[in-house]
């Protein structure tokens, strides 16, 4: 098998190849004066398995086009089986028609990926699972709640913990740590009144005294965790952590996560930390390449993914 790195996460790529135990392939990645880019493979892939690692993070449009043409670069060199690996997979909270003559973006990519050249896709934590159904190829989806719960429970130990989904739509996500950690569950009731804005209304569960964590999949600008942090506290929570997957972090997010009441933010390294999420005082990234690396070593040796969450 080989793997090729994108820009997206270069450190996350390269912990994944330490893990399988080898290199990356030597590939180039650059752009033109007018921004263009370019890529080109400096090694023998023909009748290979090729791994690509990118996140389509931020900045989001760059990145997929990165991946598209590195995908047609490994299609047009005879490789064998190309596989997209995209720990986080942007345009999936586009993943329905939310009003009128708008797009579903999400699945534009997915077609896109397909037409490139990509023969599977792996991804974690897909915004919504139905976006495995976008695609025309096989869809391995990675969960980060065995990572989750494991960190938890080494990190609580003793403590009364109640688990928290942010919003209705994120209840399976949640049940399914607290299931693990035999604990309770509670949900916010959250409005939105425009898109990226979000208002809490009520707090569904006694929460009183509880130490809660916050389960999601996304934070983006972090108004939906500093207000179920403050409405949790406000209802008598002993203290509220949150733990995401993937960390955008976009515009003031980092900053407005350090003055909430949030004791600690957990995400995974899916999305490369910048220097601003590096310094905050109360934000830790949790490391997948393991589970990445042992999921792509499945694939390549056909043997079963979905048996890791079993």
Same mark, same amino acid.
């Given at each position: 098998?080989?793997?090729?790195? #994108?820009?997206?996460n270069?450190?996350?790529?390269?912990?994944?190849?330490?893990? /399988?135990?080898?290199?990356?392939?030597n590939?180039?990645?650059?752009?033109?004066?007018?921004?263009?880019?370019?890529?080109?493979?400096?090694?023998?892939?023909r009748?290979?398995?090729?791994?690509?690692?990118?996140?389509?993070?931020?900045?989001? !449009?760059d990145?997929? @086009?990165?991946?598209?043409?590195?995908?047609?670069?490994?299609?047009r060199?005879?490789?064998?089986?190309?596989?997209?690996?995209?720990?986080?997979?942007?345009?999936?909270?586009?993943?329905?028609?939310?009003?009128?003559?708008?797009p /579903?973006?999400?699945?534009?990519?997915?077609?896109?990926?397909?037409?490139?050249?990509? %023969?599977?896709v792996?991804?974690?934590?897909?915004?919504?699972?139905?976006?495995?159904?976008?695609?025309?190829?096989?869809?391995d989806?990675? &969960?980060?709640? $065995?990572?989750?719960?494991?960190? =938890?429970t080494e990190?609580? *130990?003793?403590?009364e913990?109640?688990v928290v989904?942010? %919003?209705?739509?994120?209840?399976?996500?949640?049940?399914? =740590?607290?299931?693990?950690?035999?604990?309770d569950l509670?949900?916010?009731?959250?409005?939105?009144?425009?898109?990226?804005?979000?208002?809490?209304? !009520?707090?569904?569960?006694?929460?009183a005294?509880? +130490? #809660?964590?916050?389960?999601?999949?996304?934070? +983006?600008?972090?108004?939906?965790? #500093?207000?179920?942090?403050?409405?949790? @506290? *406000?209802?008598?929570? *002993?203290?509220?952590?949150? &733990?995401?997957?993937?960390?955008?972090?976009?515009?003031?997010a980092?900053?407005?996560?350090?003055?909430? $009441?949030?004791?600690t933010?957990i995400?995974? +390294?899916?999305?490369?930390?910048t $220097?601003?999420?590096?310094?905050?005082?109360?934000?830790?990234?949790?490391?997948?390449?393991?589970?990445?690396?042992e999921?792509?070593?499945?694939?390549?040796?056909?043997?079963?993914?979905?048996?890791?969450? #079993?």
């Open positions: 098998m080989k793997i090729v790195a #994108c820009n997206s270069l450190p996350l790529a390269q912990a994944v190849a330490d893990k /399988i135990g080898i290199p990356l392939t590939a180039s990645i650059r752009r033109f004066a007018d921004m263009e880019i370019f890529v080109e493979i400096h090694e023998n892939i009748g290979e398995d090729v791994f690509v690692i990118q996140s389509t993070s931020y900045p989001a !449009n990145h997929l @086009m990165e991946l598209l043409i590195t995908l047609d670069a490994l299609r060199s005879s490789a064998r089986r190309v596989t997209a690996v995209m720990p986080y997979f942007g345009y999936a909270r586009q993943d329905r028609k939310s009003s009128p003559r708008s /579903i973006s999400a699945k534009l990519v997915a077609n896109l990926i397909t037409q490139a050249g990509a %023969d599977r792996l991804t974690m934590d897909l915004h919504a699972g139905q976006i495995q159904g976008f695609f025309d190829i096989p869809v989806n990675l &969960y980060a709640a $065995p990572l989750f719960a494991r960190d =938890i990190r609580f *130990k003793g403590r913990l109640m989904s942010p %919003d209705v739509g994120g209840v399976v996500r949640a049940r399914a =740590i607290a299931q693990q950690l035999h604990t509670a949900i916010i009731d959250k409005r939105r009144p425009q898109a990226g804005v979000s208002e809490v209304m !009520n707090v569904i569960g006694d929460v005294g509880r +130490d #809660c964590i916050i389960v999601d999949d996304i934070i +983006d600008s972090g108004g939906t965790h #500093c207000n179920a942090a403050e409405a949790l @506290m *406000k209802n008598g929570a *002993k203290s509220a952590s949150v &733990y995401v997957t993937h960390g955008v972090f976009s515009g003031a980092v900053e407005r996560v350090a003055k909430s $009441p949030i004791e933010m995400v995974t +390294d899916s999305i490369a930390a $220097p601003a999420v590096q310094g905050a005082r109360n934000i830790r990234q949790l490391p997948i390449a393991p589970l990445l690396a999921a792509m070593r499945r694939i390549s040796e056909e043997r079963s993914v979905s048996s890791l969450f #079993c």
